[in-house]
């Protein structure tokens, strides 16, 4: 009634707040709820009887003044109650809160938007007498105690009412309930609601550790689908290295989601970095091929970069990328996989630069030691010493007056460094490379005596000058193709069988070069069959002297095979397992001194 007469000089909120405080408390809040609803009704009816009537009475709608007087009656009737209503509202405030969490626990529809800036008030404001908010003072307490009264009576009727079955499908419900709500932070990067969660969770003498199972849940079915996604993708794909890229950047996203959580949610909490790398290292090794895929990812960056990013970003994603390198643990299926894509870098001339290959041996050589990186080591060794061998060789040529109509390299390589076969790929290259492949041969082994060269044509690459009616282009292919089209010098057309008499080429690897050269892009080559892209041993290919492109130089694939296929990779590094196996077993029996 004070509040309505506008004498509330004399009132104490303080007191006010904490007698509403005491009746909510004591189970008086629906009585309280009631009584204020009957003073409002007594002093609205006796506004109206003591203010609005009067006016009313006297006032003359006709009349200008007289009407005006009562708009302005009614205006400040108006004014005077939304003020003692808002008064009278704050007041209540743990009533009118408490009562909306309690509708919202019997299901209704509540709206959570405007209970969520008073709650924030409420954790602003400062309690006078114990510096503390107002939300832990004042309205904490009666939440928790309705709170656990609430689910104390919920539980008991379930325990009553429900069969066992029924209870557990219960309590899953809100264990779902509960981790549906932390998945949503966690898709929706809610780094600070996560936070408070943390915080809430830290009370409780089990709720990091729950907090610690459903992130951890989160990161295993995120990796996991990535997993299934990129095995569909191979199925679909004829080249991994599309779906490899992929795969990586999504763990590499997904790393630093949990680093972020790390850093700005859980405060680095240790046990919730344990966790991760944990749950990290189970999903990529469950995926088979992620050793390759994380060396591809590797090559595609240090072969092209990364579309629009800035030297020290590429940096920066290497360094993660090695990151996720460390939860491998076929850590010697990787380097097999980095051999033989180093190899094709090198000996292609397709990496970026020579310091990012060397910035990457080295982050591999701080993570695993020398013996890990010495192989690597020893094929850019190979690289360096294959320009001064080159150098010499022409030297000793000038010296023996030999001269070829073309440009003659050869890369020396120690084959137990590099991931080729150790016996000779046939293949009968033209005469004049034949000559100058033997004058090398005779000065290195005068050079070297007691080694032995075996030669890798199918490693190798060539420029050929292709003259066509139109125009001349330089066709830079692999050198089985190179030995393919010089036949055509002589030939007007050859047949598939023909070609393969003439060069020895292996039936796979041939048609792989026919595919290239008649069947792809450039079609320097025509095939006799033009019904699909196919090449079978009955085609017969002819020169294309029509042939015309825009690019001065065209790169044509190479187009052979694998150096190695997946299962030969696999198995040569069980073989080099089973060596290292039996070697610790030795190692192991010599300091005991007895057999096992």
Known sequence: MVIFQRKTKALSYELLYRTVYKLTTRQFGERLYYDVEKVIAECLQKTLQDTIVPVLVQTQ??????????????????????TAIELIMQMLMYLIILNQIEFERQGCVIDRNAIQPIIAMLLELKDVETNNTIYAVEFEVVFLEKSALFYQIKSQRLLSNCDALEFMQKSYILEQMKRSELECMLTKDKYDAILQMYHFFSRVPTGQSDMIRFICKYILETGSKMNQEANYELKMRSSSQPTAVGW?????????????????????????????????????????????????????ILKKGLKGKLEYEIEDTLDKTIMIFRYLKNKDMFVRFYKQHLGKRLLLNKSVSDDAERGILSKLKRECGCQFTNKLEGMFKDMKLSVDMNSQFKDYLSTTNQKFPFEFYVTTLTSTFWPFPSTPQVCVLPPM??????????????????????WQPQMGTADVRGHFSKSSHSLNVSTYAMTVLLLFNQHDTLSFKEIKAMTRIADADLKRVFYSLACAKYKILLKSSTENREVRDSDSFSFNSNFT?????????????KVETDKNTRDKVDEERKYQIEAAIVRVMKDRKKTL
Do not use: P
Request: glycine share 2%; aromatic share 12%; net charge negative.
């Open 61 to 82: 709608v006709d009349s200008l003044d007289a009407g005006i007087s009562f708009l302005n009656t009614m205006n400040c009737v108006w004014n005077d109650y939304m």
């Open 248 to 300: 990586v950047q999504q763990v590499l996203k997904l790393q630093d989601k949990a680093d972020k959580i790390l850093a700005q949610a859980v405060n680095n909490d240790k046990s919730f970095q344990i966790a991760f790398s944990e749950a990290f290292e189970t999903f990529i090794n469950e995926n088979w091929k992620s050793a390759e895929f994380i060396s591809l990812f590797i090559d595609e």
């Open 433 to 454: 490379l034949l000559k100058a492949r033997d004058s090398f041969e005779n000065f290195y082994l005068n050079r070297h005596s007691g080694r032995r060269l075996t």
């Open 549 to 561: 492109c825009h690019l001065a130089r065209i790169k044509i694939q190479a187009g052979v095979s």
